[in-house]
């Protein structure tokens, strides 16, 4: 396909930027700067939409970037392993997942987490138990035991 043909349809970027904290620093800017599109723009915008959110939460971020160089994002909830690690109370998970345990959490909190994360957009399709399923793998390779 010809650079033109490339340039023609719209790009997505998925970043993961700090609630409320987006500058146009990287990985912002450079990820931005590179199709074209003002990175302060974005920022200002990141920021106000995520003002009621708690400051440096991490939030996945899809930004569809135009031809005409206009843009349009999505935020979605932060990462399962962010509400996991802050539920069981630890810095970074286990470096031998499945043999040490860095952290314990109840079956009520995995269901808490997924009941957030069922307001993605596409995880909307799932039940909650297949959510919480989920919750619970990445709670085993995160080190972290899910008691009842």
């Not at 995520?50 to 440096?56: K, L």
């Not at 069981?88 to 043999?99: D, L, S, V, W, Y």
Request: charged share 20%; hydrophobic share 40%.
């Amino acid at each position: 396909m010809s650079k033109a043909g490339q340039k023609a349809r719209a790009q997505i970027v998925r970043l993961l930027i700090p609630a409320g904290k987006a500058a146009p620093t990287p990985p912002v800017g450079p990820a931005l700067g590179a199709r074209g599109v003002k990175s302060m723009d974005f920022c200002k915008e990141f920021n106000a939409r995520t003002a009621h959110v708690e400051q440096g939460v991490p939030t996945p971020t899809l930004i569809t970037v135009q031809p005409d160089r206009t843009f349009t994002f999505v935020t979605k909830t932060p990462p399962a392993t962010y509400f996991l690690k802050k539920a069981a109370g630890i810095e970074k998970g286990t470096g031998r997942p499945g043999h040490d345990f860095v952290g314990t959490i109840s079956l009520k909190h995995v269901y808490e987490i997924a009941k957030i994360k069922a307001t993605d957009e596409h995880m909307k399709q799932l039940s909650l138990e297949s959510i919480a399923r989920m919750i619970v793998g990445s709670a085993r390779s995160l080190g972290v035991q899910v008691v009842p």
